[in-house]
């Protein structure tokens, strides 16, 4: 998907981590580096981006993905309470025990101002465009 929507004119922020910054006005995605492999190949990093972002951007929403069978429908739903708590809770790279409480309140505040979305999608590369669109449709209601 990613693939897709950088061959649409999309930014690259990062291909597979991305860092989150809490500042005094909101929530930052953090670049990491401006490479992309769209197919996981472990022993490359990918090829260079040149629509890559080096400028932290706003979080104006999460989006969690949630592929399903191939002949299935395009959903985007918001998360509530625990469901979105968890969206975040789950998604870390590196699980430190000694800042469970630190993350604990991060996600916490992260989970009151940042609303969190699961899109279902079919699991199909000929339904990405259809995918993309509901995407692009959902974000722009935001």
Do not use: C, W
Request: cysteine-free; aromatic content about 16%.
């Amino acid at each position: 998907m990613t693939d897709y929507f950088l061959k649409q004119g999309h930014t690259l922020l990062a291909d597979d981590s991305l860092g989150i910054d809490k500042r005094e006005d909101g929530y930052y995605a953090i670049p990491s580096y401006p490479y992309h492999r769209p197919y996981r190949e472990l022993e490359t990093l990918g090829y260079y981006t040149e629509n890559f972002s080096t400028t932290p951007k706003p979080v104006h929403a999460v989006y969690v993905l949630d592929k399903s069978e191939p002949d299935s429908n395009i959903e985007i739903v918001e998360l509530k309470g625990i469901e979105k708590f968890k969206a975040f809770h789950y998604s870390t790279f590196i699980n430190f025990d000694f800042m469970k409480k630190e993350r604990f309140e991060y996600f916490t505040q992260m989970a009151k101002h940042v609303p969190v979305y699961k899109i279902t999608y079919p699991h199909d590369m000929k339904k990405l465009p259809a995918v993309y669109e509901a995407i692009i449709k959902h974000t722009k209601e935001l």
